[in-house]
């Protein structure tokens, strides 16, 4: 069980110019991965192919085997769920409920079935006090919780988040912890895009790192974090605490508060 990416190139249509060149990689089934580089290095058109928004001009994308080249969309939106960056592309009922059950009605499932998603999504993103306001009217950093919701409502094998901490409060960022463990519990992959490094050091184990529309470096986040020359080139800064600890001398491979505590 994997989304494998292979040899991907992508143009957009009446540009020449390539947004992707020859891109692979492979994602197993309850993997955290984020891809990171600066804008333009390819990384939400990438994730964008993956989940069949686009198709490749070149090679080939299988998520668990299947041919995205084959399908449509809707028919690979229940295997990879893409969360985007701006809530209001992916918003388009005039009710709350009626957001987060439009597919699973359009599946034609159970009443039952219907109603136990709907409630675990509300409960895990913590917008059950915007039930009754028109999706619009809700603040735009919730308003992303309410795409969050939908996307765990239908509950694909593979979730991608782009820039979720984009605008968030102190607020959202905890209830995005929620989120995040949720996920890790029901055994998600969870591929995320972000410039927030501090949040990539927290919930992920591995980087994917894009410059130049490929990938540059794939490995753990101990590892990319720890080397300047491929940040520099992905035009990266790392987490303030891996920072902290190169500066001090510390020999481990700091990641966090607790770590660089436990070593000074």
């Known amino acids: 069980m994997a989304i494998e990416v292979k040899e991907i190139s992508f143009s957009y249509p009446g540009n020449p110019v390539t947004a992707v060149e ?17 804008n333009g290095a390819g990384k939400s058109t990438t994730v964008k192919l993956i989940n069949n928004i686009y198709k490749p001009t070149q090679g080939k ?20 769920g893409y969360v985007f960056q701006n809530p209001n592309d992916q918003i388009f009922n005039d009710d709350v409920i009626k957001e987060i059950q439009y597919v699973l009605r359009y599946w ?10 709907t409630e675990e999504a509300i409960e895990v993103t913590g917008i059950r006090p915007y039930l009754e306001t028109h999706p619009f009217d809700i603040p735009l950093p919730i ?56 949040y990539v050091a927290e919930h992920f184990e591995r980087v994917i790192v894009m410059a130049h529309k490929n990938v540059i470096a794939d490995g753990s986040k101990e590892d990319i974090f720890y080397q300047p020359d491929i940040l520099k080139e992905a035009h990266v800064t790392p ?5 902290i600890g190169q500066k001090m001398g510390i020999k481990k491979k700091i990641l966090n508060i607790q770590e660089l505590v436990e070593n000074l």
């Open 108 to 117: 034609k499932l159970s009443e039952e079935e219907i109603g136990q998603r």
């Open 239 to 243: 987490p303030l605490c891996a920072r």
């Open 61 to 80: 994308i299988f998520v668990d085997g299947i041919d995205t080249s084959t399908k449509t969309t809707a028919q690979i939106a229940p295997h990879v």
């Open 22 to 38: 020859n891109v692979s990689m492979k994602i197993e089934k309850g993997e955290r991965v984020a891809i990171i580089g600066q």
């Open 143 to 198: 308003r992303k919780f309410l795409t969050i919701a939908v996307v765990l409502a239908v509950s694909p094998d593979y979730v991608i988040l782009d820039e979720p901490t984009a605008g968030q409060d102190l607020w959202g960022c905890e209830q995005l912890k929620i989120v995040m463990d949720y996920l890790k519990k029901k055994g998600k992959a969870v591929i995320t895009i972000s410039h927030d490094m501090e």
